[in-house]
Protein backbone atom coordinates (compact mmCIF):
# COMPACT_ATOMS: atom_id res chain seq x y z
CA UNK A 1 0.00 0.00 0.00
CA UNK A 2 1.38 3.44 -1.08
CA UNK A 3 2.87 5.97 1.86
CA UNK A 4 2.04 9.81 1.74
CA UNK A 5 3.98 11.77 3.70
CA UNK A 6 2.83 15.49 3.75
CA UNK A 7 4.58 18.74 4.82
CA UNK A 8 4.28 22.32 3.96
CA UNK A 9 1.45 23.17 6.85
CA UNK A 10 1.53 25.88 9.44
CA UNK A 11 0.37 28.97 10.45
CA UNK A 12 -0.38 32.57 8.23
CA UNK A 13 -1.91 35.47 8.45
CA UNK A 14 -5.60 36.25 6.30
CA UNK A 15 -4.41 37.01 2.79
CA UNK A 16 -1.32 34.77 3.16
CA UNK A 17 0.46 31.97 0.78
CA UNK A 18 1.52 28.45 1.73
CA UNK A 19 2.32 25.19 0.35
CA UNK A 20 1.56 22.15 0.84
CA UNK A 21 3.26 19.19 -0.67
CA UNK A 22 3.19 14.70 -0.71
CA UNK A 23 5.39 12.44 -1.51
CA UNK A 24 3.75 8.59 -2.36
CA UNK A 25 6.12 5.71 -2.23
CA UNK A 26 5.58 1.88 -2.27
CA UNK A 27 2.78 0.60 -4.30
CA UNK A 28 2.19 3.53 -6.97
CA UNK A 29 0.59 2.83 -10.09
CA UNK A 30 0.64 5.55 -12.91
CA UNK A 31 -3.16 5.70 -13.08
CA UNK A 32 -4.35 7.06 -10.50
CA UNK A 33 -6.28 10.27 -8.34
CA UNK A 34 -4.39 12.23 -6.03
CA UNK A 35 -5.91 15.35 -3.88
CA UNK A 36 -5.84 16.91 -0.75
CA UNK A 37 -8.90 16.64 1.83
CA UNK A 38 -9.58 18.82 5.03
CA UNK A 39 -11.06 18.06 7.73
CA UNK A 40 -12.49 20.54 10.95
CA UNK A 41 -13.61 18.86 14.28
CA UNK A 42 -17.12 18.11 13.88
CA UNK A 43 -17.07 17.60 10.35
CA UNK A 44 -16.89 15.54 8.08
CA UNK A 45 -13.42 15.22 6.06
CA UNK A 46 -13.94 17.33 2.32
CA UNK A 47 -12.28 17.25 -1.05
CA UNK A 48 -10.32 20.46 -1.23
CA UNK A 49 -8.55 19.42 -4.67
CA UNK A 50 -8.39 16.55 -6.78
CA UNK A 51 -5.76 15.93 -9.77
CA UNK A 52 -5.65 12.79 -12.04
CA UNK A 53 -2.64 11.30 -13.45
CA UNK A 54 -3.92 12.82 -17.16
CA UNK A 55 -3.61 16.18 -15.52
CA UNK A 56 -7.22 17.26 -14.90
CA UNK A 57 -8.49 19.02 -11.86
CA UNK A 58 -11.12 20.09 -9.63
CA UNK A 59 -11.65 22.41 -6.63
CA UNK A 60 -14.23 22.55 -3.87
CA UNK A 61 -16.23 25.71 -5.05
CA UNK A 62 -14.62 27.51 -1.52
CA UNK A 63 -11.02 27.05 -3.16
CA UNK A 64 -11.75 28.25 -6.57
CA UNK A 65 -9.29 31.09 -7.93
CA UNK A 66 -6.94 30.42 -4.34
CA UNK A 67 -5.90 27.17 -4.44
CA UNK A 68 -3.98 25.37 -7.20
CA UNK A 69 -3.31 21.58 -7.66
CA UNK A 70 -0.20 19.93 -8.94
CA UNK A 71 1.53 17.06 -9.68
CA UNK A 72 4.46 15.56 -11.23
CA UNK A 73 3.99 11.99 -11.71
CA UNK A 74 8.03 11.11 -12.28
CA UNK A 75 8.34 11.79 -8.77
CA UNK A 76 4.91 10.77 -7.53
CA UNK A 77 4.19 14.24 -5.67
CA UNK A 78 1.03 16.63 -5.32
CA UNK A 79 1.11 19.62 -4.36
CA UNK A 80 -1.18 22.82 -3.01
CA UNK A 81 -0.21 26.20 -3.63
CA UNK A 82 -2.86 28.17 -1.13
CA UNK A 83 -2.82 31.97 -2.42
CA UNK A 84 -4.84 34.46 0.01
CA UNK A 85 -5.83 31.87 2.53
CA UNK A 86 -9.19 32.79 4.67
CA UNK A 87 -9.58 31.81 8.27
CA UNK A 88 -12.01 29.58 7.52
CA UNK A 89 -9.40 27.52 5.44
CA UNK A 90 -7.82 26.75 8.83
CA UNK A 91 -8.32 22.40 9.19
CA UNK A 92 -6.03 19.63 9.36
CA UNK A 93 -5.23 18.70 5.30
CA UNK A 94 -4.85 15.21 4.54
CA UNK A 95 -3.38 14.18 1.43
CA UNK A 96 -5.17 10.95 -0.86
CA UNK A 97 -4.01 8.72 -3.28
CA UNK A 98 -6.54 6.30 -5.11
CA UNK A 99 -5.48 3.81 -7.81
CA UNK A 100 -7.78 0.80 -9.32
CA UNK A 101 -5.21 -1.17 -6.22
CA UNK A 102 -4.77 0.78 -3.35
CA UNK A 103 -5.71 3.84 -1.49
CA UNK A 104 -4.05 6.02 1.40
CA UNK A 105 -4.16 8.80 3.44
CA UNK A 106 -1.53 10.17 4.65
CA UNK A 107 -1.30 11.62 7.99
CA UNK A 108 -2.91 14.94 7.98
CA UNK A 109 -0.99 18.68 8.45
CA UNK A 110 -2.21 21.54 10.28
CA UNK A 111 -3.18 24.43 8.34
CA UNK A 112 -4.11 27.91 10.31
CA UNK A 113 -5.14 30.95 9.11
CA UNK A 114 -5.46 34.06 12.05
CA UNK A 115 -7.67 37.11 11.12
Known amino acids: QPQLVESGGGSVQAGGSLRLSCAASGSIFSISFMGWYRQVPGKQRELVAG???????NYADSVKGRFTISRDNAKNTVSLQMNSLKPEDTAVYYC?????????WGQGTQVTVSS
Open 96 to 104: RYISNYYSS
Open 51 to 57: INSGGST
